[in-house]
């Protein structure tokens, strides 16, 4: 079946630092990623939609200088959380659509957990 | 954009009773709406899923309706297990192709 690769798993870094998270399709081509953030027991919450080749597509609230998504290939999305402090630590997921076989369900990445000390 | 409100948030069910779990949505163009079942720090696993063009899909105890005209859409679980104790969010497709998701249901089967 159709796999999403994320990575890193397991982030912990200093407060200013910068971090990337990467989000791979790994045996088809995406279009189009998304990408969510999900606060202890509470619901994902999408951020913004990655393009491949154009610029993401941000939801309301969601500062696109913090949060800056590169989506240079069909099959890979980064999203670089920027000067990143202790409330911008949260469980960030992926997803991405199949290009080809269009109306599919999603595929999720296994998340990254960011911790900001 | 779309807005999707799921109830409950928990909901506790003896083992081999049935669990139901309901979501709304606002936005008329939004034609796919999956389910998911998340377990603590893992990523989202979908169960079920139905089209605008369905008004029920059935996989085995899963099952989920849909009413297009009330915009709501529903997730029935019979002969519930533990093992179905989980996080459930149901989501929808808009029509600007985003998924949005419900606040989450936390289900608990005491054996």
């Known amino acids: 079946g159709a796999v999403v690769s994320q990575h890193p798993s397991w982030v912990i870094c200093k407060s200013g630092t910068s971090v990337k998270i990467e989000c791979r399709s790994l045996d088809f081509q995406a279009t189009t990623m998304f990408w969510y953030r999900q606060f202890p027991k509470q619901s994902l919450m999408l951020m913004a939609t990655s393009n491949e080749g154009s610029k993401a597509t941000y939801e309301q609230g969601v500062e696109k200088d913090k949060f800056l998504i590169n989506h240079a290939s069909l099959t890979l999305s980064t999203l670089t959380v920027t000067s990143a402090h202790p409330e911008d630590s949260s469980f960030y997921i992926c997803?991405?659509?199949?290009?080809?076989?269009?109306?599919?369900?999603?595929?999720f990445g296994d998340g990254t957990r960011l911790s900001i000390l | 954009g779309e807005n999707v409100e799921q109830h409950p948030s928990t909901l506790s069910v003896q083992e081999g009773d049935s669990a139901v779990i309901k979501c709304t949505y606002s936005?008329?163009?939004?034609?796919?709406f999956p389910w998911y079942k998340q377990e603590l720090g893992k990523r989202p696993q979908l169960i079920i899923d139905?089209?605008?063009?369905?008004g029920e899909k059935k996989d085995q105890r899963i099952a989920v309706t849909l009413n297009k005209t009330a915009k709501h859409f529903s997730l029935h679980i019979t002969e519930t297990q533990p093992e179905d104790s989980a996080v459930y969010f149901c989501a929808a497709r808009s029509g600007f192709n985003k998924f949005y998701f419900g606040s989450g249901t936390k289900l608990n089967v005491k054996p």
């Open positions: 936005d008329s163009a939004s034609n796919y």
């Open positions: 139905i089209r605008s063009n369905v």
């Open positions: 997803s991405a659509e199949d290009s080809v076989y269009s109306n599919q369900p999603q595929h």
